[in-house]
């Protein structure tokens, strides 16, 4: 077959300029696509030749080879996979965005071929294309395995034709010589092609080889450099990538010391993990893991610039550093590696993030990370708690943005409590174990710290009863209680919002008693004090909460609690204008006194002052700043010097 010029049957330029312009935002990725569809050869022609044992031609020393040509200017990566005849060549590369491989996969298909199938890595139409980012004409030289047929060489410019014609070529497989725009020469420094290859072809399981040449000085027979014999240059076949992938192993072949330096690798942490995961999926979406827990929360674990996700690669092919969505944001502390098998590749490996088997994945992941920690919960609580007080905090962003797992995460959680001793955790299934039998509500309370919230008068009632209460002092804590409002079919109430009532029936009935008789006792005071203080708060009332303290501020069932509040303005997020409860103690001795003072002079200056010492009273219990502390001092001190005088 003489030369004969061709156009390409598909709007080539087009395609051409969206693979060179817009495809891909890293060039060096023409040499991974490049490798991986050379890898892909191989394996072709190691599978057939299972049927086949002529394809080998005596040669089944598998490698990749690149060959860098400065004085040329050629970059020339050589295969000795399955090669491709004429036919083939206009098929697969003629027409952009067919894929040889895909085609082979689908005959195996039709074919009902075994299930030990080669894992092809990708489209070789369009990666192919992507040497045209790098090189202003592409040079291509094949020949089928087993062929008697004289080989194939295939040339273009990217302008939109190519040239085609056979050739003689004494060994099967391919290949591809790019002549490099001027621009891109530094592609044949050995630096630049061991960095890629690094990068993106590391544990592509055949070899990738480039010879390497080096200056030494001759040395004597016992090995002493000769001086003054000057140097020599020596060139030897060097590989330059590792092949291990380590996550493609079984288990029992890893060695912990292994896993802990392939943690070093992709954490750059050098603590140990607190766990490793390493494990294989099958079924809907096929891949392999191998991820880590780490021991201690990185320092930027909240910064909303964290990078996160993780390293993806395709049949041993790196994709990506950091693929955020194999990983829900409440697991970005988690480390590791990804391997899919079955990933389509179609178009650019950097859209893959859209792919709908990466929801796949990340389901796989998700649930795999929580059935571990959750074994770990049961098995060694210690070494739990450890991990839970440094990635509790946003292992509980799960609980309201992941509803499909939420009953998993619900088990998962720990809090300190009324119950526990400082630095101590009990579970929601430890908590719902030990309530009274007169208990129905799972309650808690949330705020900055244990200590602010052990002094809140809110609980007052509940250790008189004996009642556990749940403190909640993450600022995620208030979303999530939104999202979990009830567990084991028990709902969780805030002991600061809502009406409250611990009592039995008969103390339902007695306490109602006394309430209507200190409603009566008190209605004329109590509407004054709302009246004065009806611009703070929504209300005046007695409380079920109160034993000891005079006053304390409770908010609507739904409403914004202090706590809320703050975290809002914490944000700078605005906060809607909101009026708590001002809850009143019926027994306490302050109202037998305010009583007393507002039936010998209603309109007595003293009544206004001590109405505002209530609710700044309330204020200060729940955390929250007084509007006027002077004043607030100020009415404080005359009342100290008051009592002093008598």
Known sequence: MSKTTKQFQTEVQQLLDLVIHSLYSNRDIFLRELISNASDAIDKVRFESHSNEALLEGNSDWKIKIVPDKDAGTLTIRDNGIGMGIAEVEENIGTIARSGTKAFMQSLKDKAASTDNPELIGQFGVGFYASFMVADKVTLYTRTAGSVEAGCCWESTGDGSYTIEECRREQRGTEIVLHLKEEFKDYLDEWRIRSIVKKYSDYIQYPVVMDITRSETPKDVDGKEIEGAGTIDKTVEETLNSMKAIWARPKSEVTEEEYAEFYKHVSHDFEPPFKTIHFSAEGTSEFKALVYLPARKP??????????????????????????????????????????????????????????????????????????????KEKSLDDYVTFWKEFGQVIKEGVHFDFANKEKLQELLLFESTATESGAFVSLKEYCGRMPEAQKDIYYITGTSRDALEQSPHLEAFRAKGYEVLFLTDPVDEWVVQAMTEYDGKPLKAVDRGDISLDSEEEKQEKEKKREEAKKEFADLISFIGDHLKDKVKEVRFSNRLTDSACCLVADEYGMNANMERIMKALNQAVPESKRVLELNPEHAILKTLSAIYDEDKTAPALADYADLLYDQALLTEGSPIKDPLRFTRLVSELMVKAAGK
């Open 299 to 376: 320092f930027d674990m909240f910064m909303a610039d964290r990078k996160k996700g993780l390293q993806l690669y395709v049949k041993r092919v790196f994709i990506t550093d950091k693929c955020e969505e194999l990983i829900p944001d409440y697991l970005r502390f988690v480390k590791g590696v990804v391997d899919s098998s079955d990933l389509p590749l179609n178009v650019s490996r950097e859209i893959l993030q859209e792919d709908v088997q990466i929801k796949r994945i990340q389901k796989g992941l998700v649930s795999k990370i929580l059935s571990t920690l959750g074994e770990v």
